[in-house]
């Protein structure tokens, strides 16, 4: 199933409101989460990832991979999690400065179609100010 394009259910987050648990940034072998911690806990235990989450140096949530030879998303590893964070409820957080980021990715993912599902994008329009976009996919 193909990525399906606009319009975009988008919703934005109350002021200032703490954002839901969201794959935050991708780096060479691990990622960091962002959002509830709590509720971050929770879907992972429902993934059955709980047991990989980890602190990073600077005491973020994360969870480490193995490194990859090439582009993320086409390690099979990253594209089985990225599709268990997905049904879990996790977002994907928007860098519009790295296509590596973790909705490039997960867009990737969806494009060749490897995910046959919808995904959601977290993005800020400022500080305190969250909104989540919808991508879904063209109906079979």
């Known amino acids: 199933m193909k990525p399906k394009g606009p319009p975009y259910n988008v ?15 991708v780096f060479a072998n691990h990622f960091t989460f962002g959002g509830n911690p709590e509720l971050l806990r929770q879907m992972l235990e429902k993934a059955g990832l709980i047991s990989k989450l980890e602190k990073d140096r ?32 996790l977002k ?3 860098d519009q400065s790295s296509p590596a980021g973790p909705s490039g990715i997960i867009a990737a993912l969806q ?30």
């Open 58 to 89: 600077h005491g973020r949530p994360s969870m480490s991979f193995g490194k990859s030879a090439g582009p993320l998303e086409d390690d099979p590893g990253i594209q089985n999690l990225f599709s268990l964070l997905n049904c879990a409820g």
């Open 11 to 25: 919703v934005h987050g109350r002021p200032n409101s703490e954002p839901p648990p969201y794959v935050e940034a």
């Open 111 to 140: 494009e060749r179609e490897v995910l046959n599902a919808a995904y959601e994008e977290i993005a800020w329009a400022g500080p305190g100010k969250w909104f989540v976009t919808t991508h879904d996919v063209e109906a079979a």
């Open 92 to 94: 994907f957080s928007y």
